[in-house]
């Protein structure tokens, strides 16, 4: 397909040339497969590819329309229609959910939301019940005004709830084995470990929570055969993580910790506070000290240094990306 177009420029001649358009299926994104075409420019007289901000923005649209079809990601008409049937704006929605500022307006424009954020927005279109808590929490913790709060329309009549932690031990629950350390999912250990760490560690966030309850559990289970929590974790980038990034989901748990949300050039950056009111009774004395243990060697420790640390170990190097850690590496741990 040959089309005249305006000029461009290309790196490759240094000058402003014409361009032809070509079509390319993309297979796959972000793990998932989409096979979606897209046009792509290419020089007429050295046929390099070259970037044209209108075929980039349409290329996207079908992108990301093909992928919120295949997983379930909530669209921008959605969260649209469910502020108009609230009468909220952008701000007083995110002020609600605790999140990034601009975080809903990127969304509305277009914007994929990570999976976690895609979750909860379908939890409160889904669940008045849940969103009614998400208003009272806002505006308890001054959030949102009294105004915001007075003008919201909640129906009477009550439906069967879903509470967010109902939701995440559905997520995180599965039969014992040795990707979560033979022991189920247990939220309890869980909130009260975050709890207890961000009281410990005055630079906890959630990257490097991750490695936090990472290497507990997986000492944990060296130790005393078991994991700690019953978490099952996957190999990222940055090194271990939650299975299905749902530690974005953990953190909107309020009992024993808060996350204090603030924006930057790069995103958002979510730091965990404690509440102060956990309970190690729960616990052993042999799963405290291994907790302490944890806490010792990583506390005045940067997000960087605790990540680079995480990437020296067998099970990040030996295992794929995105694919489930065995707990028998636990055994090769190399920091403790």
Request: negative net charge.
């Amino acid at each position: 397909m040959s089309l005249e177009k305006n000029k461009v420029y290309c790196e490759n001649c240094n000058e402003k040339v014409n361009y032809n358009i070509i079509k390319e299926k993309l297979k796959e994104y972000k793990g998932i497969e989409v096979n979606v075409e897209q046009n792509i420019g290419v020089c007429e007289i050295c046929n390099e590819k070259l970037y044209i901000i209108d075929l980039e923005e349409d290329n996207l649209k079908r992108l990301y329309s093909k992928y919120r079809e295949l997983t379930g990601i909530v669209s921008p008409q959605d969260i649209i229609d469910f502020r108009s049937r609230y009468n909220i704006s952008q701000r007083e929605l995110v002020a609600i959910l605790d999140w990034g500022k601009m975080t809903i307006n990127r969304y509305e424009r277009g914007s994929l939301p990570n999976q976690s954020h895609s979750d909860i927005l379908r939890l409160i279109i889904k669940d008045e019940s849940y969103f009614r808590e998400k208003v009272e929490d806002a505006f308890k913790n001054g959030r949102i005004s009294e105004k915001t709060y007075s003008a919201m329309y909640f129906s009477v009549e009550e439906e069967n709830t879903v509470t967010m932690e109902d939701f995440i031990i559905s997520r995180l629950s599965h039969k014992p084995s040795i990707y979560n350390g033979f022991r189920k999912f247990d939220l309890e250990r869980l909130e009260n470990i975050i709890g207890y760490l961000a009281s410990c560690v005055n630079n906890l966030y959630k990257t490097s929570l991750n490695k936090y309850l990472w290497y507990i559990d997986f000492c944990n289970y060296k130790y005393n055969l078991k994991s700690m929590t019953g978490i099952r974790y996957v190999r990222y980038t940055f090194g271990p993580i939650i299975e299905g990034k749902n530690y974005e989901l953990i953190l909107n748990l309020d009992n024993k910790f808060e996350k204090e949300v603030t924006e930057n050039y790069n995103g958002e950056i979510t730091k965990i506070k404690s509440k102060n009111n956990y309970d190690l009774n729960i616990f052993s004395d042999k799963e405290i000290e291994i907790i302490n243990k944890v806490v010792e060697l990583f506390k005045s420790k940067s997000v960087t240094e605790i990540s680079n640390l995480s990437h020296d170990e067998k099970a990040w190097i030996e295992t794929k990306d995105m694919e489930l850690i065995s707990y028998e590496y636990s055994n090769e741990l190399k920091i403790i």
